[in-house]
């Protein structure tokens, strides 16, 4: 029959003919009276201010929307009206929690058209960067994840080991939230003295976080239960919308951008791994998130021992002009895929930026996700797609 | 670890995809990525094609593009002067186009991680290409983002309302001719300095 049907578990099917049987129900109006539940804009389970508005029956949701469009900037038009150099500044925004992150696509996808490459430590110091912005995010994640089910102590945990990376973050690139460090061709700065040492130690409590977490969360029985068979999405399902990121790879999909596409950054030339879970559901999403925050400490060790000498800045103009083209870089960020699709006109500014958020795509998929669920579980589901506003709206 | 997929191609070859779509392409393009532009009234079809004879599964995103160059320039002009002509001829980008409006969108092969832009002329007229969200349910969304943001309809698509601005706001913000007033109202700092700096005029003063 419908796609649906093909792609579905058992678990899944019951709960979509549930689901279906509850809306006849509501039509008729027999046993029940439908209501509709608004969450949000402002709900600590939102990260932000996202709404979701759920039709339910009884404990069941029929039918869910997010409602996003509290913090749409509109930063593909402003781009339009920035320089190059400046349009790091109105990225460095979309996904708050990782900034640095977001600064390397856009500048990647310059320096694609430019023909220009940046120094190799350029390329590894921004690869360091970039990995500590995703520890940063995903620890952050680890401890939200315990204070949605009603565990409070792991939001301190991460909170305070959080602040050792963007201390680091800091140290290096002179802002906490908002680096706007990376360059076309290059970086801003070479490191500071003694950051090399310091970074080798907070990856190591960086580590015992993660230990920390799987042993209080992730061992849990009440988190389990929360979590496993929850919210299953399949792999047709995970592709079809687009999710990337931890939540693809949660789907059994062995898929991720550092190592499948090739990029002047070094995470090829190091030796890590990727994480895949068959499941699908949001443990699956959780603990795929945690192993790779683990991964990333020792990506960002082998890194810290291998940073060649040299420039940090390649040979460019001092008013860059880009040539007319267009170019698509993205990269594997914190919350999945980031990409821009640049098209310039040979001008200061670009003409057009696409923002390809990770975000956009792994929230479309709620409704889908949402449908037939039991009202607690919207809490645990959305809080494993790991969504921030930011990046949904740009 | 990424010697592997270093080897892999990462474009499939035109003239696979050429066979595949017939003579539903109209032009191609190849550089590091692969572009393909299909004919109007086939767009859906070719992405069915493309998602079920040639592998691509995972939708990336959809978008469009307005090829007119801004009548506002920059937005770098002074408000209290008349606006200089300025050219806006259309013309488009990689694999060609005959329109302004061009909606585009990327998808992916998971297994050989083959990745293509397909682009679609969207006619000056109707402003109406076909909706994909039957054969990518991701492209929901997107197509959403776009009406809203370029006004170009999706032809049966099922919920066409806006996510972002209040349902009677006026215009599309991403076309080129909708002025970014931030810009309008208030000349752009780094390029002309209108109010004079206090200490301005008396020349021995000025700094400290």
Redesign the interface.
């Known amino acids: 029959m419908s796609l649906t049907d093909r792609v579905l578990g058992d678990r899944q099917r019951l709960a979509y003919i549930a689901s279906q049987a509850a809306d006849a129900r509501l039509n008729v109006e027999l046993e029940t009276e439908g209501m509709t539940l608004n969450i949000g804009p402002q709900h600590p389970a939102t990260h932000g201010t996202l709404r979701i508005i759920a039709r339910l029956d009884g404990e069941q949701v029929v039918w869910a929307e997010p409602s996003c469009g509290y913090m749409h900037r509109g930063y593909e038009k402003l781009a339009e009206v920035r320089t190059y150099p400046q349009v790091t500044t109105l990225v460095n925004r979309i996904d708050w929690l990782g900034s640095f992150a977001n600064e390397v696509p856009f500048i990647l996808a310059a320096e694609k058209l430019m023909d220009v490459e940046a120094p190799p430590r350029a390329q590894h110091i921004r690869t360091i960067l970039f990995e500590l912005s995703r520890i940063a995010n995903v620890s952050l994640f680890l401890g939200d994840l315990g204070v949605q089910m009603g565990a409070i102590t792991p939001v301190f945990f991460a909170f305070r080991d959080r602040e050792y990376v963007l201390n680091l973050i800091e140290g290096a690139t002179g802002g906490r939230f908002h680096p706007n460090f990376d360059r076309i061709g290059g970086l801003k700065d070479d490191l500071p003295k003694g950051w090399i040492a310091e970074t080798k130690a907070v990856m190591k409590k960086l580590r015992t976080f993660c230990d920390q977490i799987e042993d209080l969360l992730f061992g849990n029985e009440i988190f389990q239960s929360r979590t496993r068979g929850i919210g299953v999405i399949p792999r047709d399902i995970a592709m079809q919308f687009g999710l990337s990121g931890a939540n693809l790879r949660a789907s059994g999909v062995d898929w991720d951008l550092r190592r499948d596409h090739p990029l002047p950054m070094a995470w090829n030339k190091i030796d890590w791994k990727v994480w895949t879970h068959p499941d699908g559901d949001s443990f699956a999403r959780c603990w795929v998130r945690l192993q790779e925050t683990r991964e990333a400490t020792k990506i960002v060790d082998q890194l810290l021992d291998t940073i060649p000498s040299g420039p940090i800045m390649a040979k460019v103009p001092k008013i860059i002009k880009v040539p007319e083209g267009e170019a698509w870089v993205s990269t594997e960020n914190p919350l999945g895929e980031m990409g821009y699709y640049v098209v310039s006109r040979g001008e200061l500014g670009p003409f057009r930026v696409k923002i390809r958020s990770a975000s956009f795509n792994n929230i479309s998929v709620a409704p889908w996700a949402l449908r037939g669920v039991y009202v607690p579980d919207i809490i645990t589901i959305l809080a494993s797609l790991y969504f921030i506003l930011g990046d949904i709206d740009r | 670890?990424?010697?592997t997929?270093?080897a892999q191609p990462?474009i499939t070859s035109v003239a696979e995809v050429k066979a595949a779509l017939g003579d539903r392409l109209v032009d191609s393009f190849h550089?590091?990525?692969l572009?393909l532009r299909v004919r109007t009234d086939e767009w859906k079809s070719s992405m069915r094609t493309l998602r079920d004879t040639l592998g691509f599964?995972?939708?990336?995103?959809l978008?469009a593009?307005?090829w007119m160059?801004?009548p506002f320039g920059?937005?770098?002009d002074d408000p209290t002067e008349p606006a200089p002509e300025r050219d806006t001829t259309i013309r488009q980008?990689?694999a060609g186009g005959e329109t302004r409006m061009q909606v585009f969108a990327?998808v992916t092969n998971?297994v050989t991680?083959v990745s293509v832009?397909v682009k679609v002329d969207v006619p000056d007229e109707s402003l109406t290409v076909e909706s994909i969200h039957d054969v990518?349910?991701?492209a929901?969304?997107?197509e959403r983002?776009t009406h809203e943001?370029f006004g170009i309809s999706f032809d049966g698509h099922p919920d066409l309302r806006?996510?972002?601005?209040p349902m009677d706001f006026e215009g599309f913000?991403?076309r080129k001719d909708?002025p970014?007033l931030a810009?309008m109202v208030k000349p752009?700092p780094g390029i002309v300095d209108v109010e004079p700096l206090p200490g301005d005029g008396d020349d021995e003063g000025g700094e400290e």
Do not use: Q, V
Not at chain 2, 57 to 61: A, I
Not at chain 2, 162 to 165: E, T
């Open positions: 670890m990424s010697t997929s270093e990462r550089k590091d990525d572009w599964h995972y939708f990336c995103f978008s593009i307005d160059p801004s920059r937005g770098e980008g990689y990327r998971p991680h832009f990518y349910a991701g929901n969304w997107h983002e943001m806006n996510m972002y601005l913000p991403l909708f970014l810009r752009w």
